[in-house]
């Protein structure tokens, strides 16, 4: 069965310091991951694709398929980090369907 | 216009009233979804359109009937509704049915049903 695993429902790191959001996933097929954001009162959006490999607002994510993990890193956190982030597998049944992680919300202390 | 816009915003109901949650996208997109999210939860798939069709309906019960009058509207309509339904709804669009891509997501509409 498919499933994404983000272990931390909370993490709170000091601004400045680097951040890691773990996600691990099951899928017996290849891999397309995602992490979407949510801001305060603002909608869900999407942060970066495994397949485009670049990197947004600092935030870079790898995927690695041996240990089935797409971790999302940022060598130093800021203020407006501060939100809820998901980290989705799309799979294809027909449609895509996207399936989303519990969530980790991230709080960057001053 | 780059966004998906749902309305209303916010919406209150008795369980034995009708209502629809409508929701706009002009960007072109084929591809339309509705979401459910409880607090504090991921969003859970509910249904998902391929070019005006019905192809993703996740067992959702009927009392919740989709529609998909035309590429840029998407239609929920609510009847019967329980408590336990209460949440936040939310619709998406992407460009193509058959890729996995980005969703742009509507802001939802929170839900209670009394």
């Known amino acids: 069965a498919q499933r994404v695993t983000q272990p931390e429902k909370l993490l709170s790191v000091f601004k400045g310091a680097p951040v890691e959001l773990k996600c691990n996933y099951s899928y017996s097929g290849s891999p397309e991951l995602f992490w979407y954001v949510q801001y305060s009162r603002q909608r869900l959006q999407l942060l970066l694709r495994h397949i485009s490999r670049e990197s947004i607002k600092g935030f870079t994510a790898d995927l690695n398929k041996g240990e089935t993990s797409f971790h999302l890193k940022k060598p130093f956190a800021q203020e407006e980090d501060s939100a809820m982030y998901y980290c989705a597998l799309s799979i294809l049944q027909g449609a895509q369907k996207l399936v989303f992680g519990q969530g980790t919300r991230l709080t960057i202390n001053p | 216009d780059t966004e998906v816009t749902q309305t209303p915003k916010h919406l209150v109901m008795g369980m034995t009233n009708k209502k629809s949650l409508k929701c706009e996208q002009h960007?072109?997109?084929?591809?339309m979804y509705w979401y459910k999210q409880k607090a504090k939860k991921p969003p859970e798939l509910m249904f998902v359109y391929s070019y005006e069709k019905l192809s993703i309906n996740e067992s959702v019960p009927s009392r919740f009937s989709p529609e998909c009058p035309n590429s840029s509207l998407l239609n929920l309509h609510l009847h019967a509704l329980q408590p336990e339904d209460s949440a936040l709804y939310l619709c998406?669009?992407?460009?193509?049915?058959?890729?996995?891509?980005?969703?742009?997501f509507g802001s939802g509409t929170q839900l209670s049903v009394l």
């Open positions: 998406a669009s992407s460009q193509e049915p058959g890729a996995r891509e980005k969703l742009f």
């Open positions: 960007m072109g997109h084929r591809a």
